[in-house]
């Protein structure tokens, strides 16, 4: 709660201090006609650029290589909160400091879009994981499927932002939803005619993406990427790769890099790069970052 306070009344301060050093507007106000959007995340600015396009100015909120699951907000959060138009964030517990933020804020005009919401959410299982981070598991965006839910729920609020343009932001949310749609039934199909379905990754990140292409993962840190696996459940780890043939170890560009290394070693693995869009890891697409993932899982697979 403290925390709250003392972040709230910097973020005053450095507008106040701000609006007396330039009468008038800031520069930020006259710099563009662009919907200004403030997103946590990799994979929310993605969907916001393949709908919102030249017409939108987006904000990182989480800086880029920060690890989201650990971000906490800072007085620089909460000023990006105050300017914007829009805000969309995951939800599903990827970013529970959200709802504070956004009433220390106190951006009257802000619209707050929860990308996920109508998503068919999967359950946590792990007991300590539901009390520190709720019922369920945040990583929505990962899935095909429920990327065109997400994208459907940030047109329509760009749509209520500006409405001169809405055919726009239809127009392009239906483009884009076909690709995601083509793609998606590409790969469901290759998937099913595969009998081995298991993949081991850095973090458990891609349950949705298991659900729609009837896959299973397993992982070396949690669902939360809460840090270095235990002795044992490496050992276990280890035990399930034999025992399943897995021939490539997935590495994620903030998670546990080395302990997948090491695993892959031992196994006689080998170690291939997967992507979270939890960062703009290098800066490809989503479309092609998931097509890459896609085409990686399949190879190891086969
Ligand atoms: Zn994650």
Redesign the pocket.
Known sequence: MRKWIVLAISALLAVGLLTACSPGKTAEETSSSKVKVAVTFDAMREFVQAVGKDKVEIVNMIPDGT???GFEPTIKTLKQLGTARLFVYNGLG?EPWVEKAVQTAGNKNLIVVEASKGIKPIPLTDTEEIQEHGQYD??SWLSLENAQIEVKNIAEALAKADPDNADFYQANATEYTAQLQQVEEEYARKFQALPNKQFVTG???FAYLCRDMGLQQNSIES???DGEPSTQQLVRLTEYCRQHHVKTIFVEDM?SPKTSQTLADEVGASVKQIH?M?ASEGGASYLDRMKENLDEIYSSLQ
């Open positions: 690890e989201p699951h990827m945040p990583h973090h458990a990140a669902v939360f990427a998670v979270t939890e």
